[in-house]
């Protein structure tokens, strides 16, 4: 987990540089040796807005994301960050902790009638996930009685469930405090816009456009944090609500074969 979070702070800090890097050449890199003489107003203005047009998705999100001040937005990126760290840690985790049940479930079947209960345990050992370990449980209490490997089972998935939900609140956590931090700065944008015109003593377009310019990207980027990371939490909510559903499902399973197991061993 740890190593994760360093890599990913690593990586972020390598694109700004690589981004401060690529506005500094572009800054003092010409595009060609010809030298173009502006003749009138008009010729410069369509100059400035070609200049505009050319700009790309990242030159302009890098701008945007400058002027909305380095405070709030910064805070904002970090969240961004941290909550991405979490989430895609889960989505490995989840990912590795997914089997094939059906198969599984065949596999300890088969292993059960044909090697007792430790040869089911081994085909256990040998699979990951948390259904594995749900069997292992289950069939390391069936010798005592059915209903101690099924309180093992209960016991032992709330464990398991514990393990998939780690550290998932912390990615909400970040959902809801990036868009705050958005408003937060939106707020202090529009105080400091009044503060201006409050020493002017007059209205003043100019006075205020700044302030709010900078309110408004700060809103809007803490926003587009908060949907970026509710879209990762989902998925993994969606992800844990579809093992635990395999954990209940095999559950029920290895009980019935402890029974059949039990009754045939009695015949």
Same mark, same amino acid.
């Given at each position: 987990?740890?190593?994760l979070?360093?890599?990913?702070?690593?990586?972020?800090?390598?694109?700004?540089?690589?981004?401060?890097?690529?506005a500094?050449?572009?800054?003092?890199?010409?595009?060609?040796?010809?030298?173009?003489?502006v003749?009138?107003?008009?010729?410069?203005?369509?100059?400035?807005?070609?200049e505009?047009?050319?700009?790309?998705?990242?030159?302009?999100?890098?701008k945007?994301?400058?002027?909305?001040?380095?405070?709030f937005?910064?805070?904002?990126?970090?969240?961004?960050?941290?909550?991405?760290?979490?989430a895609?840690?889960?989505?490995?985790?989840?990912?590795?902790?997914?089997?094939?049940?059906?198969?599984?479930?065949?596999d300890?079947?088969?292993?059960?009638?044909?090697?007792?209960?430790?040869?089911?345990k081994?085909?256990?050992?040998?699979?990951?996930?948390?259904v +594995?370990? /749900?069997?292992?449980?289950?069939? #390391?209490r069936? *010798?005592? %009685? @059915?209903?101690?490997a099924?309180?093992a =089972?209960?016991a032992?998935?709330?464990?398991?469930?514990?393990q998939?939900?780690?550290n998932?609140?912390?990615?909400?956590?970040?959902?809801?405090?990036?868009?705050?931090?958005?408003?937060?700065?939106?707020?202090?944008g529009?105080?400091?816009?009044?503060?201006?015109i409050?020493?002017?003593?007059?209205?003043?377009?100019?006075?205020?456009?700044g302030?709010?310019?900078?309110?408004?990207l700060?809103?809007?980027?803490?926003?587009i944090?908060?949907?970026?990371?509710q879209?990762?939490?989902?998925?993994?909510? +969606?992800? /844990?609500?579809?093992i635990?559903? #395999?954990?209940? *499902?095999? %559950? @029920?399973?290895?009980?019935?074969?402890? =029974?059949?197991y039990?009754?045939?061993?009695?015949?």
């Amino acid at each position: 987990m740890k190593r994760l979070f360093s890599i990913l702070v690593i990586a972020a800090i390598t694109v700004l540089g690589a981004y401060n890097l690529q506005a500094a050449n572009s800054v003092n890199t010409l595009p060609g040796t010809i030298v173009t003489f502006v003749q009138d107003d008009e010729e410069a203005m369509a100059g400035d807005e070609l200049e505009e047009e050319e700009l790309g998705f990242h030159q302009e999100l890098k701008k945007r994301f400058i002027e909305g001040g380095p405070a709030f937005m910064g805070i904002v990126l970090l969240c961004l960050i941290l909550g991405l760290a979490i989430a895609i840690e889960r989505i490995i985790f989840l990912n590795l902790s997914t089997t094939n049940t059906k198969k599984l479930a065949q596999d300890v079947e088969d292993a059960l009638n044909s090697g007792g209960v430790e040869a089911a345990k081994e085909v256990c050992r040998n699979t990951k996930g948390p259904v +594995a370990s /749900i069997y292992y449980q289950g069939l #390391d209490r069936a *010798d005592e %009685s @059915i209903e101690a490997a099924e309180k093992a =089972v209960v016991a032992y998935g709330g464990v398991q469930m514990g393990q998939l939900e780690k550290n998932v609140s912390w990615v909400s956590l970040f959902i809801a405090l990036a868009p705050m931090l958005g408003f937060m700065g939106t707020v202090i944008g529009m105080i400091q816009a009044f503060d201006r015109i409050e020493a002017a003593g007059d209205m003043q377009p100019s006075l205020v456009a700044g302030g709010i310019k900078v309110a408004l990207l700060t809103t809007v980027f803490g926003l587009i944090v908060a949907i970026i990371l509710q879209i990762f939490y989902n998925y993994i909510i +969606a992800k /844990i609500d579809s093992i635990v559903n #395999d954990m209940e *499902d095999a %559950s @029920i399973l290895l009980i019935d074969m402890l =029974v059949a197991y039990k009754n045939k061993k009695r015949i």
